[in-house]
C-alpha cells in the first residue's frame, strides 16, 4: 500500500492512528468547512469529509484519510461552542436526551475513492446546573463538537450509547479498517 496519509489536524484521530500501529504521516486539510451546503446530516459529513480528503491529495501523493464529524440533536447542527455561554447552552440541550453523533470518513488514493459514513446514538444522563457549569469552566469543551469530550471528565455525563465509541471521540475506527481493506 502506498504511504498512507492522515489529512487531520486532529491529536485524538493521531492517536488512534498510533495505537492501530499504521505506518503514516499527518498532514492537516486547509479545506474551509462550507456550512451552507444544503444536505442531510450524513450527507454533510460525507461531502466534506471528501473535500477535505481531495484538498490534501491535490498536493500529496498517498492513500489519503480524511474524517469529518458532527454532532446533531434533531438534525440540528451542534459544533464547537463559540464561549462558555455556548458551551453552557449546548449541555442544557443535551441534558437528558439522545443526540447522533455523525462521522462522514473518505479514503482515496489516485482515482479510487470511497466514502461512507458512521452514526452513533449518544443519550445523556439529566445533568445539574452545578455540573453543566463546573465543567463550563474547565478547557476541555472549547475544541469539541457538542461542547463534551466523552473520554475526558464528560464521560460522566453519558447514559447509553448506541453505536461506535470511537466515533464519538472523532474517527469511527471500524469503519477506517473496513475501508482500509478495499486499498491493499
Given at each position: 500500500m502506498k504511504q498512507l496519509i492522515l489529512a487531520s489536524g486532529s491529536p485524538r484521530r493521531k492517536m488512534f492512528f498510533e495505537r492501530l500501529g499504521l505506518d503514516f504521516r499527518q498532514v492537516p486539510s486547509r479545506y474551509e468547512e462550507d456550512m451552507t451546503l444544503d444536505l442531510s446530516p450524513s450527507e454533510l459529513v460525507m461531502e466534506l469529509s471528501r473535500r477535505?480528503?481531495?484538498?490534501?491529495?491535490?498536493?500529496?501523493?498517498?492513500?489519503?484519510?480524511?474524517?469529518?464529524?458532527?454532532?446533531?440533536?434533531?438534525d440540528k447542527r451542534l459544533g464547537k461552542p463559540k464561549d462558555k455561554e455556548d458551551c453552557i447552552n449546548m449541555l442544557k440541550i443535551l441534558s437528558g436526551r439522545?443526540?447522533?453523533?455523525?462521522?462522514?470518513?473518505t479514503v482515496m488514493a489516485g482515482d479510487k475513492v470511497v466514502t461512507d459514513h458512521e452514526t452513533t446514538e449518544v443519550h445523556f444522563r439529566v445533568l445539574s446546573d452545578e455540573e453543566i457549569e463546573r465543567y463550563a469552566k474547565t478547557d476541555e469543551p472549547y475544541d469539541k463538537a457538542g461542547s463534551y469530550?466523552?473520554?475526558?471528565?464528560?464521560?460522566?455525563?453519558?447514559?447509553?450509547?448506541?453505536?461506535?465509541?470511537?466515533?464519538?471521540?472523532?474517527?469511527?475506527?471500524?469503519?477506517?479498517?473496513?475501508?482500509?481493506?478495499?486499498?491493499?
Open positions: 477535505k480528503a481531495f484538498e490534501v491529495a491535490s498536493r500529496e501523493d498517498g492513500v489519503v484519510v480524511a474524517c469529518d464529524t458532527m454532532v446533531f440533536f434533531d439522545d443526540h447522533q453523533v455523525i462521522s462522514g470518513l469530550a466523552i473520554q475526558g471528565s464528560a464521560s460522566v455525563f453519558i447514559d447509553h450509547v448506541n453505536g461506535s465509541y470511537t466515533n464519538i471521540v472523532g474517527l469511527p475506527v471500524p469503519l477506517l479498517l473496513d475501508m482500509l481493506k478495499r486499498f491493499h
